[in-house]
C-alpha cells in the first residue's frame, strides 16, 4: 500500500510539474542589483544608503512598470543590519534602504529578492574609521620616579583610533584608572577626555617604598592599555650624569602645543637623581618646519624631571628633539606629528549605471586615508560641487561633511545623455572628481498589423508593443506616419501596447512608421507594408453630339482583375462594377450601324481621340463616348452618272446630281433628265438636300422624240415636195 502511495504521490508531482512548469532562472527576465555606499563602510553604526536597483539580465537598469516588493536580508546582523523590505515604485529603476552598522568589523552579505526575479547579493566589509577611537594609550611622564621624597608624575591616556594616531572624542569619555601595586604608587580613580580633545592627564604618586607598579586605563567600548612605572630609592649622594627625553612620540600637526615631553636626570644606572639647585636643559629640534621647543628648560630643585613645551605646525613629518646640559651626557627622541585626520576625498554616484531620465541620484563624498579607509574629519567641511556640463548632470552646489561622519550626499539631477565630470574640492583637502556618464534607456518597438491587404474604407488595426531590455514601457508616445504625414498619435497603455484604428483613403502599398518616444529614451521605429485595394465603379455614356444616347455599343474595360465587356443601354449607357483600381483601359466600338444609319466615334469627352482611353482610376469614373449620327444617302439613276451616294453627319447639307442630262438612245430617242423622285422634290440635275434622315433619290427621265418629229416632218416635207413636183410635172404634160 505505501509503494501505491509513493507512485501516487510521483505521478500527482510529475502532473503539476508539466501543468505549471518551475521557471528556470534563465527564463527570468531581470534582476536585481544591490549595492551599499560608499565603497567603504564604517563599522560606526552609523547609517549608509542601500540602493536595489531593477535591471536587464546584462545589467541594463529597467523601469518598473508596475510596483516591485523586495525584500532584503543581512547574513551577519552582528556586522550590520537592513531594512527589511522596499519598494522599487511603478515608473521607476531604483528604490533606497538603510544599511546600519554596528561597531563591530566584518563582513556581512546583503540580498535581495523579489518574485520572478533573479536575486542580487552585495557584500559589506565594515572596518573602523580613521579618526574613531577605538583604544586607549597610556604614557608616563617619567616611567621612572624616586621613592620616599614625594615625587609624582602624570599619566597621558591619549585616544588611539585603528591606524594608531591620536584621534579626538566626540562626546566626553570617562577614564577609570588602577594601579596595580598601591604600596609602590598609587593614581588618580579617573580623568576625563573631553569632547574635541585626544587626551587627558592624571597624576600617580610614588611611596615611600621602591618597586614597580602596573597603570590600567579602563573605558567603556575602548580598548583599555597600560604603563609600568619603577619607584627608585632615593640616593643623594649620586650625581646625575646624563640626561633623558621621554614622553608622547606621536603628535597631531595641528599648529597646538603640547606638554607630553620631558627631561629627566639620571645616574649611570639610568636611576632618576634629583636636582640640588635647578638644572638647566638645553633642548632643540631639528627641523622646525615639523615642530619646535624652547631654547632650555629647568629641571626645578627637588625634583628629577621637568616637562619641555613642543609646538607642532600644519606640516606633517619627523623632527628629532635633543636635550643636553653642562657635564651631562645628552639624549635624542625622534618625535612624529601626523595630520589631524585623512585629507582624500573620494566621491561617486549611485546607482549605477545612471539613466539619463531626468532622475535623481546620490552623489556620496567620503573622507578617506591613503588605504581607502574610511575617515571622520574632525570639523565640519564644506565641500564645493561643480559640474562641467551642467545639461548632463546638475549638482548642488555646496555641501557639508559633518563632524564625526565618514559621508555625505549630494543630489544630482541628471539632464540629457553624456559624459561628464563634477569636481570636488574643500580647502585643505585633496580634490577629486566623480565620473558620470548618464546614459538613455533604449527603447524596442514591434508592430503587428491585423491584416496584410485591406480595402479602401475598411478599418485595419495596428498594433505598437513598446519596450525596454524585455520589460513594457507604459506612456511612450507612438507616432504612425506614412509618407512623413502623422496619421495617428497616442500613449502605450499598462502593457505597453497602443492600437492604432486606421483607414485608408487611398490604395496602393503605403509604408506605415510607427515611431516610439519617451523623456531619456532612445527612439524606435519599425515599418510596416500594407496594401490597399480599392474598386470602383467606370460608367461609358455614348451620345451623339446633341447628347443623345447611343444603344448597343461594345465597351471593353480592362485593369488588374482582367478585361470584361458590356453594350450600352437604350440610353446610352453601361456599368461595370468592382473594377480594381489602378491603370485601366477603355474601348468603345468605332462605329456601330444599323440599317441606314450609323453611329462613328469622334473622341472621348475629355479630348482624346483614340477609341481607347488609358486612365489611372482612383475613384469612381464616368467617361462620355461622343458620335457622330450619320445617315445614308443613295442616289439612283436609270441613265447617266448620279453622284452624292454616301454616308454623312446628320444634319449636314450634301449635294446630289446627275450627268449628264440627257443621253441618245438612238437617232430619233433620246432620255432627257426631267426630276427628282424620291426623298427630294427637284427637277434641277443638281439638288442641295440637308441629311436629317436616311434619304433614297432616284433621277426621273423622259423619252425625247425630236429628232423623230424631224425626221418625219422633213420626211412630209420632201414628201409633199415630190408630190408637189411630180403634181406640176403632170399639170405641166397636161
Not at 557584500?123 to 608616563?140: D, Q, S
Not at 483601359?585 to 444599323?594: F, R
Not at 438612245?665 to 427637284?682: H, L, M, P, R, Y
Not at 423623230?708 to 422633213?714: E, M, P
Amino acid at each position: 500500500m505505501k509503494r501505491i502511495y509513493c507512485i501516487l504521490l510521483l505521478l500527482t508531482l510529475l502532473t503539476i510539474g508539466t501543468l505549471f512548469p518551475l521557471r528556470s532562472r534563465a527564463e527570468t527576465a531581470y534582476r536585481l542589483s544591490v549595492i551599499v555606499a560608499p565603497e567603504n563602510v564604517a563599522s560606526d553604526g552609523g547609517t549608509y544608503p542601500v540602493y536595489v536597483q531593477l535591471q536587464s539580465l546584462d545589467g541594463k537598469p529597467v523601469e518598473a512598470v508596475k510596483d516591485v516588493k523586495v525584500k532584503l536580508f543581512s547574513s551577519n546582523t552582528s556586522v550590520g543590519t537592513v531594512t527589511p523590505e522596499v519598494v522599487i515604485a511603478s515608473g521607476t529603476f531604483y528604490a533606497r534602504a538603510l544599511f546600519n552598522s554596528t561597531s563591530i568589523p566584518g563582513n556581512t552579505t546583503i540580498t535581495a529578492t523579489a518574485d520572478d526575479m533573479v536575486s542580487g547579493h552585495f557584500i559589506v566589509k565594515t572596518r573602523p574609521p580613521i579618526g574613531y577611537p577605538i583604544k586607549l594609550h597610556v604614557t608616563l611622564l617619567p616611567e621612572n620616579l624616586t621613592a620616599g621624597v614625594g615625587e609624582e608624575g602624570y599619566v597621558v591616556v591619549e585616544l588611539y583610533d585603528v591606524a594608531g594616531r591620536p584621534a579626538k572624542a566626540f562626546s566626553e569619555v570617562k577614564v577609570t584608572l588602577t594601579s596595580s601595586n598601591t604600596s609602590v604608587c598609587y593614581v588618580d580613580s579617573s580623568l576625563t577626555v573631553e569632547a574635541g580633545r585626544t587626551f587627558g592627564v592624571a597624576r600617580f604618586y610614588a611611596s615611600n617604598l621602591p618597586g614597580h607598579s602596573v597603570i590600567t586605563a579602563l573605558a567603556q567600548n575602548l580598548e583599555s592599555d597600560t604603563a609600568e612605572v619603577h619607584t627608585l630609592p632615593y640616593n643623594g649622594t649620586t650625581p646625575s650624569v646624563k640626561v633623558r627625553l621621554f614622553g608622547v612620540k606621536t603628535l597631531r600637526a595641528d599648529m597646538e602645543s603640547y606638554s607630553l615631553l620631558g627631561v629627566q636626570l639620571q645616574d649611570a644606572y639610568g636611576r632618576p637623581v634629583i636636582s640640588e639647585n635647578g638644572t638647566v636643559v638645553y633642548i632643540s629640534s631639528s627641523k622646525l618646519e615639523v615642530g619646535a621647543v624652547g631654547d632650555y628648560v629647568v629641571v626645578p630643585k627637588g625634583k628629577s624631571y621637568t616637562l619641555i613645551e613642543f609646538r607642532t605646525t600644519f606640516k606633517t613629518g619627523s623632527t628629532n628633539v635633543t636635550a643636553s646640559a653642562t657635564n651631562h651626557l645628552p639624549d635624542m627622541m625622534t618625535l612624529q606629528t601626523v595630520q589631524p585626520f585623512p585629507t582624500i576625498l573620494q566621491a561617486k554616484v549611485y546607482p549605477q549605471p545612471i539613466v539619463s531620465d531626468g532622475g535623481v541620484y546620490d552623489l556620496i563624498v567620503q573622507l578617506v586615508d591613503q588605504k581607502g579607509n574610511p575617515a571622520l574629519p574632525e570639523e565640519d567641511v564644506k565641500i564645493s560641487l561643480v559640474s562641467e556640463n551642467t545639461s548632463i548632470a546638475y549638482v548642488e552646489r555646496d555641501i557639508m561633511l559633518g563632524k564625526g561622519r565618514t559621508y555625505t550626499t549630494a543630489a544630482i539631477f541628471t539632464g540629457k545623455a553624456g559624459e561628464t565630470d563634477v569636481n570636488v574640492a574643500a580647502e585643505g583637502f585633496t580634490c577629486t572628481k566623480a565620473r558620470i556618464k548618464a546614459t538613455p534607456l533604449p527603447l524596442d518597438i514591434r508592430v503587428a498589423v491585423s491584416s496584410e491587404k485591406v480595402t479602401v474604407g475598411e478599418n485595419v488595426t495596428i498594433t505598437a508593443y513598446v519596450e525596454s531590455q524585455g520589460a513594457r514601457v507604459k506612456d511612450a508616445i507612438v507616432k504612425a506616419f506614412s509618407k512623413d504625414t502623422i496619421i495617428w498619435s497616442g500613449r502605450t497603455d499598462d502593457r505597453g501596447e497602443a492600437k492604432i484604428v486606421y483607414k485608408p483613403l487611398k490604395p496602393g502599398e503605403e509604408d506605415i512608421t510607427l515611431t516610439a518616444y519617451k523623456k531619456y529614451y532612445t527612439n524606435a521605429s519599425e515599418t510596416v507594408k500594407v496594401y490597399i485595394e480599392k474598386f470602383v465603379a467606370v460608367t461609358v455614356k455614348a451620345e451623339d453630339t446633341e447628347g443623345a444616347g447611343v444603344a448597343g455599343v461594345k465597351v471593353t474595360v480592362t485593369s488588374a482583375n482582367g478585361t470584361i465587356t458590356g453594350f450600352t443601354n437604350e440610353n446610352g449607357t453601361v456599368r461595370f462594377e468592382r473594377i480594381r483600381w489602378g491603370d485601366v483601359k477603355i474601348s468603345v466600338q468605332e462605329t456601330l450601324a444599323s440599317d441606314e444609319t450609323r453611329y462613328v466615334f469622334i473622341q472621348w469627352a475629355h479630348g482624346v481621340e483614340n477609341t481607347t482611353a488609358s486612365l489611372h482610376l482612383e475613384e469612381d469614373k464616368t467617361l462620355h463616348a461622343i458620335y457622330n449620327v450619320q445617315h445614308h444617302v443613295t442616289v439612283e439613276s436609270p441613265y447617266g452618272r448620279a453622284y452624292g451616294s454616301g454616308w454623312y453627319n446628320k444634319n449636314s447639307t450634301i449635294t446630289v446630281g446627275v450627268t449628264p442630262t440627257l443621253i441618245p438612245i438612238n437617232f430619233f430617242q433620246k432620255k432627257v433628265f426631267t426630276k427628282w423622285e424620291g426623298d427630294i422634290s427637284a427637277n434641277t440635275p443638281t439638288a442641295q438636300i440637308t441629311v436629317n434622315t436616311p434619304k433614297h433619290i432616284k433621277a426621273a427621265w423622259e423619252d425625247d422624240y425630236t429628232n423623230l418629229y424631224y425626221t418625219i416632218a422633213l420626211l412630209a416635207i420632201i414628201h409633199a415636195g415630190i408630190g408637189t413636183t411630180l403634181y406640176i410635172r403632170r399639170l405641166k404634160k397636161k
